[in-house]
Every structure is written in C-alpha cells, then in structure tokens.
C-alpha cells in the first residue's frame, strides 16, 4: 500500500490531533507527563512553522494515518533537535512508513543546521526503538532538555 509524506497542512491539524490523543493511549501514555497533553497537539501546523521546525504526516489515498517532525530540544543546547510526536495508526504500521518519514525528519534536521536528534518514548513501544536503534539512535540513562515528559522513560540521542 503506498504511502506519501508531506509537510503538514493547518488543515490537517484536527486529524492529526486525533490521531494523537488515540494513539498515545494505546501504549499506555495518557497521564500527566506524555506529549498527548501539549499545548501544540491542537495546532500542529502553526507550532512546527518557525525555520528550525518541521512536522510530516503521512498518507494513503488522501487520508491521514500518522505524522512526526522535528523541532528545537526545550531546554537543550541549540544543536540539539528532537523527533516529537512521531505516532502512527495501527493501519499504517509494518509498511516501511516509520523508517521513511524518520529518515525525512533526519534529512530537515541536518539542513536546518543541528548536529544532533534526541528523542524520548517509553518502555512498550519496542518496535519504535528497534527503529531508533537500527538508525543509529544510542541510548541514554538520562533525559535531556525540559520537555516536561517525565512519563517517558526511555531517551535516545544520534549525531547528526
């Protein structure tokens, strides 16, 4: 089944905040602490607009099944970026889609100028880890930054 990845359109913030708030539930990450809770999940397109931030979803046949992008760490060092709120419906997963759109969000990351992609996700979602791994994401003891997801208890870090 193929699939495209594009830059998210305001049009698309609704879907996208959707998918979200059903996604994140499923691995256990609806509490205080997880991305399901940002400010940013209802306005998507306007909060990764500034030159340093990105935000892709991906689609088949017109309809949205995910998204992820890529935006300054809170609190980090400015080289620092971080992959946020990279969710995908179950439909879409298995298809090669997570690889594409992280591969993407790695290629704006080094022309927007950083030398380094952090992540944080949690225990449960061991298939995304396995991707982060085999794409070169090592892991950390430790988060970094201020994101204010202290439910995640999983980090990642990738030179760029």
């Given at each position: 089944m193929p699939f495209v990845i594009r830059p998210i359109a305001h049009s698309d913030n609704q879907t996208i905040a959707g998918i979200i708030r059903q996604v994140m539930p499923e691995?256990?990450?609806s509490g205080p602490g997880f991305a399901l809770h940002d400010a940013?999940?209802?306005?998507m397109f306007d909060a990764y607009?500034?030159?340093?931030a990105r935000y892709f979803v991906v689609e088949i046949e017109g309809t949205l099944h995910g998204g992820g992008g890529i935006a300054p760490l809170a609190g980090g060092a400015a080289g620092i970026c971080e992959l946020k709120k990279?969710?995908?419906l179950p439909g879409l997963r298995g298809l090669g889609a997570g690889r594409t759109l992280l591969e993407t969000c790695l290629d704006f990351a080094r022309t927007a100028g950083y030398s380094h992609c952090y992540l944080e996700t949690l225990s449960g979602m061991?298939?995304?880890q396995a991707l982060y791994r085999a794409l070169g994401f090592e892991a950390l003891t430790d988060p970094l930054g201020a994101t204010g997801h202290f439910g995640c208890d999983r980090f990642y870090l990738r030179a760029l």
């Open positions: 691995f256990g990450a940013e999940v209802d306005a607009s500034g030159p340093r990279m969710y995908f061991d298939r995304a």
